[in-house]
């Protein structure tokens, strides 16, 4: 069993939002929504996301721990983690004392209130998981998920400023045991379980080899070439050829944004941005976030090519437009309620065009509306006067603050599907209605579906 194996409605993929220390200037909890290479853009925040899972660590011969790596892209993330500018290892839970910013394999991030035992975050509602300090030796933490697998992270002694996972537990008790570089610099080094090396990583000048089951005959070999301090191709094992993905990057003030990807099958894809982009709040260390205004994917052979475009709302994840003054380390738009006003909203509006069957354009656009939880409210999708609607109501009362709110509000209540036509003489709308209610862990209790 892995961290992930439970992850209850919406829960953030990776890769995980980069701590504060490490050059993260805005914290929003929308980024905790950012197989093998997947990209996109998220339509939340803007950002384009680039992440590669890395094959799954089975353990102890199949039972357990599974250990899911993956390494992950975020413009925000300023310095080299030892990948490159941008590039950082996902799926392991982190915590930077100094600030208390927890970030957990499943790739949510919270910020502890109280860390001397055990812990409490001022974010959080819903109890996935619970965190302490190890009383015998202060510089030792215990995570326990809620599916029963427990982290144990260290900070060497206090020698590091942040706690990285050095022991992983399945709720049956198998190990698996993480060891690192540099103890005032953790970078991963071998992943081990009570038998076998499951994986090793080794950083050598301009290249990072990243090698799965290293003790057998045919070890398989990913590699990480670096150019300037930047990710330029992840190659692929050498018996494949010399074959990966190249990737090209724009500076757009000191973030790095991936502008394109050449991919191994020859295919081709380009991101532009928007500059300046969104506003932030006064207050806050940059007045303006870059998004990707553009996403285009060329297969590269006989096939059409598919192009998006964005369009984002004056107001956005970052609570612009709500009044609010900026502060650190927490989500702004979180102190935000009705009774200051009308329910706060932010939106974005993806336009999909490729060419059909006799060269006519095909155009789709998805329409998504989220309120000042980050929760998607309303997502209008058109294509060729057909029209799908989905509304979600949340658990959430809009005129309280987030700590009088109940457990499960971040939880659907109902969720209503309409499918409808556009035009003259059509038939009526078809409606469904599901109702769901849950406990204060989160559980589904009762469900009608109409």
Known sequence: MSVNDETPNELPQEPAD?????????????????????????????????????????????????????????????DDVGYGEGWQLGGLTTLVEATGTVALSTGERFVAKDMMSEFTFKDRKLVTFHMRRDPTNLSEFWVTHKNGVVEKLSTFNHVSPVAVPVEIRSPDGRRVYLEYNQPAAPLLRAVRDEKHQLLSIEHKLGVVEVILHPDRAKPVVFSLMQS????AQLRLPPELGN??????????????????IDLPTGGVETVEYREPGHQCLQGAPSTHMPYASGHSRNPGYPQASLTTTYDFSPTNYMGYGSGLHWQKDEDNLYRLTALQGQEYLYECTATTEMLGDDEVVVTRTVKSVFNRLHLLVSEVTTQNKHVLEKNTRYHDDPTKLFELQEPYFQLPHTATTVWKLLGDDVPPPREEVVTTEYDDFGNLIRQVDE
């Open 243 to 260: 074959v990966g993905w190249r990737f090209g990057y724009k500076k757009i003030g000191n973030l790095n944004h991936i502008t394109q």
């Open 18 to 78: 980069p701590a504060a220390e490490t050059g993260a200037p805005n914290y929003s909890n929308a980024q905790n929504f950012l197989s093998h290479l997947q990209t996109g853009v998220d339509v939340r925040t803007g950002d384009f996301t680039c992440t590669m899972s890395l094959p799954a660590l089975e353990a102890n011969n199949l039972q357990g721990p599974t250990v899911q790596l993956s390494l992950g892209f975020s413009s925000q993330l300023i």
């Open 228 to 231: 300037n301090n930047l990710l």
